[in-house]
């Protein structure tokens, strides 16, 4: 499991994960939308032959989405280990996963290779500096596509030049509940930055968390991006602060009646869909930073978050189980782990 | 002139072929034209089709047939006018097929053109030497700005070394 699901970070009530993705291509090989099944496989073997196995990624699990099921390839989705997209390119696509799972690496998505770094809380630079590191160690092993005026040429014009995504996923409650978000949010987007669901692109907003990342990847560096984001995502840290230090001033009866409510249905509920979880979700995260409930270990919200989407209810159950079961299971292991 | 081709009749079709900004040009003869065209379309509506249509309209000749082919990936086969309607490339060679007519989608999606980041460690030496140039010209700049004129010495005598160093590296590579 991810440190970014476990373990706590700087500005943890607010910010839930740092991500860096960084998109290369080898030279000299069509980009995988391009590929055959047959050198889709050479491109894998490139990258991960026998002295990367034994080297670079000793510590790495490999799979192959072809030999991969549906729900597992769909838990690894809702761990943010892989894309929806590598999910359904099921025929070519593989990853590789680092033991902590704070690294993974997947082959024939958009691009041959997709690094990507995911640490606790505010902490985009140090991301940047695991993927970038990682980065170093593949291209000392093949060739990249690489153009001294372009930069890493990728499959999408969009990530031309470094190939990075940098972005943080933020859980802002208070500016929602105050009306701000929109105003924020708008902001956000005139400073070039994108704002994305919970599963990134094309994804729905659930639970008051959003995806906040650059768009900009040519003409800027790493670093300008890097700091950038970080930048931003701190004042909008401390307007959701601010946020919330208000509806407790102003409408703590309120904020405790909804803290409670969240709280009595999700420690009651006997089935329960995702979409409700998360809301509610939201609320008790909000109740618990508010000092309104007690102290939960952030470890156990983000399971509740993670581990009790579809998918990862299946494969825990070990079979396949239709909505009204998951709502069922569902309910159950949140009330075990918050009553836990 | 004669035909390029069979070399006996007059050539009386002349025909330009544009195929990736490279001209080509033909002077063929009516019978060559039509049956030795060294551009095989396989369509039904081929060239051969168009340049006997036009020998049959009654003109006579000379005429010009202008064949222009648009922009196509010789690595992957994409053309300009399929990368337009996916918004994705095939191959890292299609940048540099479609080259300079790409500049204004990059100025629209990212405000620049020219990649200002990380280099590989196996970029050329060159192009690492051109960064280092630029850093300490605008770093020049400021100190005479700030009258900071002993520094500006030191920085300009920087420069030099690296724009000498840069000329011996462009000189090696011509060798």
Redesign the interface.
Known sequence: MGSWIKDDGPNNNIVLSSRVRLAR?L?????P??LTKESSSDVIEKIYDEEMRNGVFKEYKFYNMQDTGFVDRYALVERHLISPNLAAQNSIGAVLISNDEDVSIMLNE?DHIRIQAVLPGLQIKEAWNIA?SI??KI??KV????????????????N???G?RASVMIHLPGLNLSSNINKILQAVMQVGLTIRGFYGEGTEFIGNIFQISN????????EE?VDNLTGITEQILNKEKEARGLLFDNNRIMLEDKVWRAWGLMTNARSISGQESMKLLSEIRLGIDMGILKRIPVSVLNKIMVDTNNASLQKSAAKELNTPERDILRAEEIRKLLMQ | MQCEECGKKPATVHIIKIENGAKTDMHLCEQCAIEKNPINLKANFSVQDLVAGLLKSGNKGPFKVDIVHEAKCN??G?TYSKFKAA???????C??VFGDR?NP??KK????????????????SK?KLVREIEKLKQELNTAVMNEEYEKAADIRDKVRELNSMEQEEHNGQLD
């Open positions: 291509n030279s000299n090989v069509p980009f939308a391009m958009e970038s980065d170093d291209e000392s060739d990249y596509a690489f153009d001294d005026r372009l930069g890493y040429l990728t499959s999408c014009p969009t031309v030049g470094t990075i768009q900009i990847t040519l003409g800027r560096s790493e991006t | 690595v992957c994409l918004g994705k490339f095939g191959c890292s060679n940048y540099k790409l989608l990059f999606l990212h405000g620049n053109i020219i990649h200002t980041g990380k280099l590989p460690n196996k970029a050329g192009i």
